[in-house]
């Protein structure tokens, strides 16, 4: 499956404009490339713009990874959710509160990296597991419909909006 395979029924319109920032490829090969695309755009990242805010109450590059992280966790349970239940019907999460209670400011770049490692290759597999049945599977969250394949290729294209942003922002 690729991104423009998926009916726009089976995810909410805020979404697309992830969906619409990953090629043309499989969610695994999206995730993998993606994986690689961020380890070597945040191990250039100049150390000392690790805690800087480009504005009054602006997340730190540390916090935008951890968001990316702590998202990729939340719709990895919404994704192994749908494809293992029927009808699941799952609720939004405060990405601002999350933030707020991170202490991503606290952690090491190196600290934050493995975890991101960690949590790709765990979503990674959560991926290969699924037979193609699985993928078209849709539950709602927040209400709004939700498939696995869509919540994949949101993972992915939320990463990529991020790194545009610390790009445009902070680098």
Do not use: C
């Not at 990242?45 to 504005?55: I, L």
């Not at 998202?71 to 933030?99: C, G, K, M, P, Q």
């Not at 600290?111 to 990674?124: I, N, Q």
């Amino acid at each position: 499956m690729k991104p423009s395979e998926i009916p726009p029924t089976h995810y909410h319109d805020y979404f697309k404009r992830y969906i619409n920032l990953v090629n043309e490829t499989s969610i695994e090969k999206a995730l993998l490339v993606g994986k690689e695309m961020a380890l070597n755009f945040y191990q250039s990242f100049p150390e000392k713009t690790w805690n800087y805010q480009y504005a009054e109450g602006k997340w730190t590059p540390k916090e935008v990874l951890l968001h990316v992280i702590d998202t990729e966790r939340v719709f990895s349970y919404r994704i192994l959710r749908i494809a293992r239940s029927e009808n699941a019907d799952l609720s939004d999460f405060d990405e601002n509160l999350f933030a707020a209670n991170s202490e991503a400011n606290t952690r090491s770049v190196k600290s934050l990296l493995d975890e991101y490692k960690t949590v790709r290759d765990a979503t990674f597999s959560l991926f290969n597991s699924f037979s193609k049945g699985s993928l078209t599977k849709i539950g709602k969250a927040n209400g709004k419909p939700l498939s696995v394949s869509a919540a994949g290729y949101i993972i992915a294209g939320h990463e990529i909006h991020h790194i545009n942003i610390i790009k445009e922002r902070y680098v």
